[in-house]
């Protein structure tokens, strides 16, 4: 900002999270002049990552799966250094440890599916049609589908409940940060086709290198870092470092901000529940395993999912050390995301002694991901009025995906209203 701490533009963006990125890179692409006002010290929003001793810690556990399909709109993957995880997860089952592979990806693992304690042969065949359900060749039906939780959708095809509460419930809990179920089968449905026909990633150098990767593309000094936004009125955004004017204004803060800046101006939806998880972060010596496969615990335990995320990224940890990433969904009660339970908890998922583990961080992120409550639309309206949009996950799903989505549509809707689509 200039002067006396006043500017026009074409388009003031609030927010410099995924959904704000996407944006402003649609909008920049077209040529317009646009502002990105962050309130925090960098690009990313929920996707942030700190370096701490030499370890790479995302502010939360989170990955990128690479089927999303809205990503290479916005980004070159190549470029972003890509590590993989095992394509599928460790559960618990009858006190016993199983792997359970993507048989897509693990052909090889499908003998060992079969062969799972759970279900019989009618269950597994009922997961297995729930499965082929979501896949087809595009996206578009599952979006139509009538929505239900997916705890009843799962139900009423016949998935049997030692499979739901084996395998289901405890790989959604980590996705949707509840243990209810009670979020759209529409989403869950998405999802398994996303972890069907994509791997689940993390950039080399941290999550945090998304945002900046699409960040990058955008014309120099169009985002503003520091820029915390107190007011968004009809053609002007008011931060505590100035005034922005411009005929079209995206807010694209995470859905409870945005609720209050769009509250005054009349119209604004209630804001949606929050889903909460506590991500915390141990450095060990060594690991007794060989990849980095997600292991996941039951609903009873106070870890929801756990990974020596450093064996399947190398750059999350210093030369001859282990990062351990743990989550744990917030629920009635939260243990002490590093006391005697965890770490006991810790000790049988791993296979190890977790005793000298060190404590490198805690993230409590009581409000990670909006709700998503059956019934749940997956395009919810991002013009409000009169040059003014909105954007942001809780506009589409609480995903990368969705957050990504809700940019490109935001700024669509933005360059309709100026005459300029093509
Ligand atoms: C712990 C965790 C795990 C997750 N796991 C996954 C996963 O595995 N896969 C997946 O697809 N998704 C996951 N997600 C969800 C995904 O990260 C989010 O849906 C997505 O990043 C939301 O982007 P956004 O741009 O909509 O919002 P945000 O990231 O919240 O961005 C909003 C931006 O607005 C800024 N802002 C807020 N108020 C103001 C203001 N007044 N003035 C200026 N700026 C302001 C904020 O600082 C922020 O940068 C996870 C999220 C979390 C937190």
Known sequence: MTGPHEESVDVAVVGAGLAGLACARTLAGHG??????????????????????????????QVLNTGYPELRRVVDLDALGLRAFDPGVAVRIDGER??????????????SLLRLPVGGARGKLALARYVAGCLGPSAAPIRRRPDVPAAEAWRVAGIPPDVVNGLLRPFFAGVLLEQGMSSSRRFTDFMVRMFVVGLSTVPGEGMQRLPEAIASGLPEGTVRLGARVQRVLPGRVVADVGTVRAPAVVVAADPWTAHDLLEPLGGAEPAPAPHGVTTV????????????????????????????????????????????????????VLPDPDGDEVRRTLARLHGTDTSRWEHLATYDLPRALPAMPAPHPMRRPVRLGEGLYVAGDHRDTSSIQGALVSGRRAATAVLADLGLTT
């Open 32 to 61: 317009l002049d646009v502002r990105v006002l962050e309130a925090g010290d960098a690009v990313g929003g929920r996707v942030r990552t700190d370096v701490v001793d030499g370890f790479r810690l995302d502010r939360g556990f």
């Open 98 to 111: 199983a792997a359970v592979l993507n048989p897509v990806r693990r052909p090889t693992a499908l003998a």
């Open 281 to 332: 972060y141990h450095a060990a010596e060594d690991h007794p395993g060989a990849s980095g496969l997600l292991l996941l615990d039951s609903a009873s335990s106070p870890v929801t999912s756990t990974i020596a995320i450093s064996k399947a990224a190398p750059g999350y940890a210093p030369p001859g050390r282990v990062l351990v990433s743990t989550s744990m969904v917030h629920g009635a």
